[in-house]
């Protein structure tokens, strides 16, 4: 039987709800955070790679998605390097998504990672390297450093949200 520890601070309201499997496993409490889509339900996803360069570095990522309403997801040697968990990482051995809106930022498009996110609606990639391969199932890319574009792509939206 596991240890039930004592549940990591969230920042915002949680839903809890009771659940119990048979076997030597039983689950006493399972959490869910208030507002967050599950990401293979959810419309709009914002998805970071190795090109983010350290975890602390995901404030960036975090506020676009906010802004967009939308779920985070990352590539499979984000979550590997514990930069992110587990459950956001999609591709062929992670959670296959078809989101209206996949936006890759920082990531290299390796075929085990476009096999869990190509049928996605429309496909936006931020890439400094013009010859990634993302670009080449991307509906629209940008050429750049992410720590340029991503802010200044999320204060555009920020913007344009308050005017409409
Ligand atoms: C059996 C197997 C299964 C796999 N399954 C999966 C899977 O399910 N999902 C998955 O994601 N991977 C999977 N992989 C790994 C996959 O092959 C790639 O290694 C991985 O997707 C690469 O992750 P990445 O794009 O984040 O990193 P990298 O390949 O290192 O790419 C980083 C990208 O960031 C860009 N970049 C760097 N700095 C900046 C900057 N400042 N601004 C803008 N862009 C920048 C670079 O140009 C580069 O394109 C699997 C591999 C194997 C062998």
Redesign the pocket.
């Known amino acids: 039987m596991l240890s039930n520890p004592k549940p990591p601070a969230l920042p915002c309201p949680l839903k809890t709800f009771q659940a119990a499997l048979k076997g030597r496993i039983r689950v006493k409490e399972v959490k869910t955070q208030e507002g967050i889509v599950p990401l293979p339900e959810a419309e709009t996803v914002v998805s970071a790679?190795?090109?983010m360069?350290d975890p602390a570095n995901w404030g960036i990522v975090e506020d676009l998605a906010a802004t967009l309403n939308a779920t985070t997801a990352c590539?499979?040697?984000?979550a590997d390097s514990h930069w992110r968990p587990h459950h956001e990482?999609?591709?062929?051995?992670?959670i296959a998504i078809r989101p209206n809106l996949y936006i890759a930022i920082?990531?290299?498009?390796?075929i085990?990672?476009l096999?869990?996110v190509n049928n996605s609606k429309v496909i936006v990639v931020?890439?400094?390297?013009p010859e990634?391969p993302f670009f080449k199932a991307a509906d629209y890319g940008v050429v750049?450093?992410?720590?340029d574009i991503v802010p200044r792509l999320n204060e555009s939206l920020k913007k344009f949200k308050a005017a409409h």
Request: hydrophobic share 30%; net charge positive; glycine share 24%.
């Open positions: 790679g190795r090109g360069k590539s499979r040697p984000v990482h999609v591709g062929q051995t992670g920082g990531i290299s498009g390796a085990q990672h096999a869990g931020i890439n400094k390297d990634a750049g450093d992410l720590f």
